[in-house]
């Protein structure tokens, strides 16, 4: 039986919102060749926080400037790639941030990201390709509601 070498990465992102008039808005991004779409969030660097990272990696992928405003979650799942021809199995850990919009435009993405755009809240949640961002996207919903 093949040993299938382990890895840890830890990731971390941020959930970006706007209010309009009764709406709050959140950005998401697109990728990948099926276009699915997602929540901004990039690798941690060395040297690097998450919080840190998070606004590093929502500034890259959606061209936004924002502020942290609280810690959302950290979850954790595992997958599988292939690393110069070797299967790898990860496990992955994301930290994810509240954050507030304080300029920019979604046009200044960088060219890793198909597209970013503002939704609606609830447009979002629908939208998202992962449960576990759907989830990460309630706590958001929450904590705005809770700050008002």
Excluded: C
Aim: no cysteine; charged share 30%; hydrophobic share 40%.
């Amino acid at each position: 039986m093949t040993q299938v070498l382990t890895k840890t990465q830890v990731s971390a992102g941020g959930v970006v919102f706007r209010r309009r008039g009764e709406r709050i808005e959140v950005a998401l991004i697109s990728v990948g060749e099926r276009a699915r779409w997602q929540l901004p969030k990039g690798l941690v660097g060395r040297g690097e926080t998450p919080e840190e990272t998070a606004l590093r990696e929502v500034r890259e992928e959606t061209g936004l400037e924002a502020e942290l405003i609280a810690p959302l979650e950290k979850i954790e799942y595992w997958y599988f790639a292939n690393e110069r021809g070797a299967r790898v199995r990860y496990h992955k850990f994301v930290h994810f941030f509240l954050m507030r919009y304080t300029s920019g435009s979604t046009a200044d993405h960088d060219a890793e990201v198909n597209e970013a755009r503002w939704f609606d809240l609830r447009d979002a949640q629908a939208s998202l390709a992962f449960k576990g961002e759907r989830q990460i996207l309630e706590r958001a919903e929450k904590a705005v509601n809770r700050e008002s």
